[in-house]
């Protein structure tokens, strides 16, 4: 069964340039949260969405949003970047998104962005 | 309420010896409180996990440890190997509304085992 997949891995940006990461759950999990890691702030819960809807959104700006498709597939997209937004960005599926089932949430191995 | 503080930050032992991470949450709203370890360049992968509902979590070399009425999780890495060297995150998340999808992360401990 393959793992949740990121793409690109790695990309580098310019400020005031827009992103978009794309990432493919786990075969039949439809819940895809993002999240971002830094040394200064750690892992940080971007944005869930579940079929289709954002269920549930983390404190950052507006500038950061995302999407779900039909087939759970999701992007999130960063506008307007700022040097600070250079992180790894970690996409992580599961069945429900909801820990009632105590269902795993599995993490993909991430999209290093750097912003110059 | 939402934080998770972890600690220490780093730990070096010694092959063969035990590793001991702390966590310690706020928000009783949690009921799942997994572990998760990175290597680097990696995602964070799925060690353990535990419920409120047990005290103890064993598998393998790894054990949780639970303290409900204080609020602390631990876990312990028997035989520590170098091949266990990583950052180790402890994370905790309730049911529904504001949890969906989310795990509130502690800040990461460095793990070093010497050979």
């Known amino acids: 069964k393959a793992g949740v997949t990121q793409t690109p891995r790695y990309l580098i940006k310019t400020r005031g340039q827009q992103v978009t990461l794309s990432c493919s759950p786990i075969s039949g999990h439809r819940s895809v949260s993002w999240y971002q890691q830094t040394p200064g702030q750690g892992l940080q819960f971007l944005f869930e969405y579940f079929s289709e809807t954002q269920r549930n959104k983390g404190n950052f700006p507006g500038r950061f949003s995302g999407r779900q498709f039909s087939n759970s597939r999701s992007e999130m997209n960063v506008s307007t970047l700022e040097l600070g937004d250079s992180a790894l960005y970690l996409c992580a599926s599961s069945l429900h998104g909801d820990s009632f089932s105590g269902n795993t949430i599995y993490f993909g191995e991430g999209s290093w962005l750097t912003v110059v | 309420q939402q934080q998770v503080k972890q600690s220490p930050q780093s730990l070096i032992v010694q092959k063969g010896g035990i590793s001991i991470i702390n966590c310690a949450y706020e928000n009783t709203a949690f009921d799942y409180f997994p572990w998760y370890q990175q290597f680097p360049g990696k995602g964070p992968a799925l060690l353990i996990a535990i419920r409120p509902d047990v005290s103890e979590k064993k598998e393998g070399r790894f054990t949780i440890s639970f303290n409900k009425s204080a609020k602390q999780f631990s876990l312990h890495i028997m035989d520590s190997q170098p091949g266990d060297s990583a950052t180790y995150f402890c994370?905790?998340?309730?049911?529904?509304?504001?949890?969906?999808?989310?795990?509130?992360f502690g800040q990461g401990t460095i793990l070093t085992v010497h050979p």
């Open positions: 994370a905790a998340t309730g049911a529904g509304g504001t949890s969906y999808g989310k795990l509130t």
